[in-house]
């Protein structure tokens, strides 16, 4: 079991930048890949960026390019989004998830991807708006 623990959302200007964490916590903490999806009202949920626990490598979808830099504290057992130069598009609640079984990593990426994750945080909610 993995309990995922989302923080740092919140109101900000475009053109703001925001921090977002999630904590992990649990008595197996064997996942492969973090990742962090979005969901807006009305839109499906998709896929932001994923850190990869082997090799540290990380992923982001093109619309977050540039802009979003995830990274993690193995020693807090938590990731981090670093979201600079934010949108009004970027609005949505924000979702950590893990991916335990290796194999479906970047499915994130694609539609209904959010399927290959398995444990869940809360959310965090995230306005950029003036």
């Known amino acids: 079991q993995v309990q995922l623990v989302e923080s740092g959302g919140g109101l900000v200007q475009p053109g703001g930048s925001l921090r977002l964490s999630c904590a992990a916590s649990?008595?197996?903490?064997?996942?492969?890949?973090i990742g962090w999806f979005r969901q807006a009202p009305g839109k499906e949920r998709e896929g932001v960026s994923c850190?990869?626990?082997?090799?540290?490598?990380?992923y982001y979808s093109t619309s977050v390019t540039g802009r979003f830099t995830i990274s993690m504290d193995n020693a807090k057992n938590t990731v981090y989004l670093q979201m600079n130069s934010l949108k009004p598009e970027d609005t949505a609640v924000y979702y950590c998830?893990?991916?335990?079984?290796?194999?479906?990593?970047?499915?994130?990426?694609?539609?209904?991807?959010?399927?290959?994750?398995?444990?869940w945080g809360q959310g965090t909610q995230v306005t950029v708006s003036s």
């Open positions: 998830a893990t991916e335990t079984e290796g194999k479906l990593i970047l499915s994130m990426f694609r539609p209904g991807g959010e399927l290959g994750y398995d444990y």
């Open positions: 649990g008595s197996t903490l064997n996942y492969h890949a």
């Open positions: 850190f990869v626990t082997a090799d540290s490598s990380t």
